[in-house]
């Protein structure tokens, strides 16, 4: 199975950014628990559950993406678009892990909060994560005209792998 996965970048690009959507969130649950509180008093099954929510709309606004072909982005589009999906994502994942929603009766503070922090914490993921635009080797540079460049990503995968699962779609 994990072979399977090695070889197909669009799944490693889902899984990026599920486990990445997951851990974020996890983390704001966290936070939004407060700091006076000790660590066994932090809403640690809350945040498990969050996390496997915003896992799941991870890869839901993913697969919507992949569908309208909207993938192949620059830096700064890319950037948009993922934080985007990571607030709305944490959103939802709050509001389903409410139970039966209330409009009224639902913290939306929290939520909001949660769902910033964790908009934030993707935010300096992307930044972190960005590497150098390099060079493609073997371009036509040698018949006088510049070498063309890819882009940097907002993706923790290998770049090259990243291009591949982006350019597919």
Do not use: C
């Not at 851990?23 to 649950?29: I, K, L, Q, R, S």
């Amino acid at each position: 199975m994990f072979e399977s996965l090695r070889r197909n970048p669009i799944l490693l690009d889902f899984v990026e950014r599920a486990g990445w959507s997951a851990g974020e969130v996890f983390f704001a649950t966290l936070l939004a628990g407060g700091t006076a509180v000790g660590v066994a008093d932090l809403p640690w099954v809350y945040a498990i559950t969050i996390s496997a929510s915003a896992a799941l709309a991870s890869v839901l606004l993913t697969a919507l993406q992949y569908l309208g072909r909207f993938t192949n982005l620059t830096f700064w589009p890319d950037v948009f678009v993922r934080l985007t999906k990571t607030f709305i994502g944490s959103l939802v994942a709050s509001i389903t892990a409410a139970g039966v929603f209330n409009a009224v009766e639902f913290d939306w503070t929290t939520a909001l909060n949660v769902a910033a922090v964790t908009t934030i914490a993707a935010l300096g993921k992307a930044l972190l994560a960005r590497e150098k635009p390099t060079p493609v080797s073997g371009g036509p540079e040698s018949a006088g005209e510049p070498a063309p460049v890819h882009t940097s990503s907002p993706s923790t995968l290998a770049p090259a792998v990243y291009r591949k699962a982006v350019s597919r779609s």
